[in-house]
C-alpha cells in the first residue's frame, strides 16, 4: 500500500510560522496573536487531523493484524482528534473573542464589560488542563510508535505516516507553548487591567 504526500500539511510544518507566534512582537495586539494562532497553528490542525486518521485507519486496516500497535495507535489518535477538535472551538469561539472585547474596552472602544472570573480566568484554566492531558495523550502516541519509528521492513506508507505523526507532535507542542507562554499570561495581565478600570 502507498500513500501520496499530503504537501498542503506537509508544506506548512516547518514550524517557520510556529516559530513566529513564539516571537510575537510585545507590540502587536493580542487580537493579532489570536487571529495569527487561528490562521497558522489551527489552520494546520484541522487540514492535518483528518489526514493522519486517514492514513493510520488505512494502515490498521491492512497491516494492523502484523502490527496490533497500528490499532492502538489509531484509538488513541481518534480519542486525540475530538479532544483538539472540541479545544480549538472553544478557543476560537469564546477565549478568543473575549480577548478581542477586552481590547476593546482597554482602548476605549467598547462600553462597560462585567469582568467576572468567568469572564477568563476560568476558561483560561480549563484551556491550560486540556493542554495537559493533550500533551499526555501526545506522550502514549509516541511511546505506542516507538519515538515514530517504523519497524524494520515496514513500507514507505507505515515511516510516511509516522513521519507525519512526528511533525503533527512537534507543531502542536509548539501552538501549546505559544498560547500557554504568551497569549494566556499576557491575556490575563490585561484581565487584571480591566478589571481595575470596570
Do not use: W
Amino acid at each position: 500500500m502507498t500513500v501520496s504526500k499530503n504537501t498542503s500539511v506537509e508544506d506548512k510544518t516547518t514550524g517557520d510560522a510556529f516559530a513566529a507566534s513564539l516571537h510575537h512582537n510585545n507590540t502587536h495586539s493580542l487580537t493579532a496573536l489570536t487571529i495569527d494562532i487561528s490562521n497558522t497553528n489551527h489552520e494546520y490542525l484541522k487540514k492535518a487531523l483528518p489526514v493522519l486518521l486517514s492514513h493510520l485507519q488505512s494502515l490498521a486496516a491492512t497491516q494492523g493484524d502484523q502490527n496490533p500497535v497500528l490499532r492502538q495507535l489509531l484509538a488513541r489518535f481518534t480519542t486525540l482528534k475530538e479532544d483538539i477538535e472540541m479545544h480549538i472551538q472553544k478557543e476560537e469561539l469564546i477565549i478568543f473573542p473575549r480577548i478581542k472585547e477586552m481590547e476593546k474596552f482597554y482602548t476605549g472602544q467598547s462600553g462597560r464589560v462585567v469582568f467576572s472570573a468567568t469572564f477568563l480566568e476560568a476558561p483560561t484554566t480549563l484551556m491550560e488542563q486540556e493542554h495537559h492531558q493533550i500533551e499526555k495523550s501526545l506522550a502514549v502516541i509516541k511511546e505506542l510508535s516507538n519515538q515514530y519509528t517504523a519497524p524494520p521492513g515496514a513500507c514507505t506508507s507505515f515511516e510516511h505516516t509516522f513521519s507525519l505523526l512526528h511533525t503533527f507532535e512537534k507543531n502542536l507542542l509548539r501552538h501549546i507553548e505559544v498560547e500557554n507562554k504568551i497569549l494566556f499570561p499576557k491575556a490575563l495581565v490585561l484581565f487584571k487591567k480591566c478589571q481595575a478600570m470596570a
